[in-house]
């Protein structure tokens, strides 16, 4: 069976950012089978209650076509729905959390839908998703049975190399615990996720940390379905303003530059949100993969994270890179230490 790859054509790469930042019925524009292929693309990326949401706050609903607005609303009312389960399993996290003194942070998405956007049904999650501290990721999982979340069966085990344990689940709500990773054991340039207070909730990463994650997020998933991502990354962007400096030098730190260079490039390029272009080029100039092979990269992730299913030849390609700079840059931090 040959498998069918739908990927953006110039004129949805045109009208990206309109139809998703400022005005949905923007899509009515297209030509029908770009406006299909970028139903598709929404859909995969989670934003179709968002663009509800956004079509409803501007006023647009009668400029989109009654199918594709009912397919909007009924992903935000099933938004709402989840929303509020994700909102009940957090507190019970957080509750066992202090019960035991376990460090706890919100990380990555979860931090956007409960920090950054105006309230969690605004950033639709797949899973709760929390770093935990002092090597206690075990205990809390643990302790979390006895509020009815339990672990999920996998056909592929999780290995020690992996940075969060096995996902849990409670009325189809996921919860994943992370810990660092090894590659961040030298030491993480993160903060230490806190002990809990008795009240108030869980905190997040400052800004510009949280901007490194959510780039090296994207690298993580290989560009595929990482349009979410980016909008979150115009959102961290817009509304917490981070100190450009600090984003940069905790790319070097982490050993994250490629990461954090490609995300703000395809950010800038395909959203058009605006990033400082000294950000740019310093990050550039230290992507150990040259020339060529950075604009091979960029070319590769751009079509890989506006198409559905991403092409397995684009994922190898992304691997490889990845794993060739990730090589470059450790040798490079271990020459210069």
């Not at 859909?43 to 009912?70: D, M, Q, W, Y």
């Not at 956007?117 to 639709?124: F, K, L, M, S, V």
């Not at 550039?284 to 990269?297: A, E, I």
Request: hydrophobic share 40%; aromatic share 6%; charged share 25%.
């Amino acid at each position: 069976m040959t498998r069918t790859y739908t990927a953006a054509s110039s004129e949805v790469l045109r009208n990206l950012s309109v139809i998703l930042l400022e005005n949905p019925a923007a899509i009515e524009h297209l030509p029908h089978a770009d406006a299909k292929s970028l139903e598709r693309v929404l859909e995969a990326n989670g934003l179709e209650a968002s663009l509800f949401e956004l079509a409803r706050k501007h006023g647009v609903e009668g400029l989109i076509t009654p199918e594709r607005l009912s397919a909007w609303r009924l992903s935000k009312l099933m938004s709402e729905a989840r929303s509020q389960a994700f909102q009940e399993a957090l507190k019970d996290v957080a509750k066992a959390a202090r019960g035991l003194e376990i460090p706890l942070r919100l990380f990555r998405g979860t931090q956007m839908a409960f920090e950054v956007y105006p309230t969690p049904e605004h950033r639709p999650l797949t899973s709760l998703e929390l770093l935990v501290g002092g090597g206690r990721e075990a205990e809390l999982q643990t302790a979390l049975r006895k509020y009815r979340f339990f672990e999920l069966d996998t056909l592929t085990p999780i290995s020690p190399e992996h940075h969060h344990l096995p996902p849990l689940e409670r009325d189809g709500v996921l919860v994943t615990l992370f810990r660092l990773s090894s590659r961040d054991a030298r030491p993480a340039p993160w903060e230490a996720p806190p002990h809990l207070k008795i009240s108030g909730s869980i905190p997040g990463f400052k800004s510009a940390a949280l901007m490194v994650l959510l780039c090296d997020e994207i690298a993580e998933r290989k560009y595929s379905h990482s349009l979410r991502l980016l909008r979150d990354l115009h959102e961290a962007t817009r509304r917490l303003s981070p100190d450009w400096r600090q984003v940069v030098q905790l790319a070097i730190e982490s050993e994250r530059t490629l990461e954090v260079f490609a995300a703000l490039s395809l950010l800038e390029e395909l959203l058009g949100t605006p990033v400082p272009a000294e950000v740019l080029l310093e990050l550039k100039t230290m992507v150990s993969l040259g020339k060529p092979g950075t604009k091979l990269f960029l070319k590769v992730a751009r079509a890989t994270s506006l198409s559905t299913p991403a092409p397995h030849r684009h994922i190898e390609i992304l691997t490889r890179l990845l794993c060739q700079a990730s090589r470059k840059t450790s040798a490079q931090m271990r020459h210069s230490s």
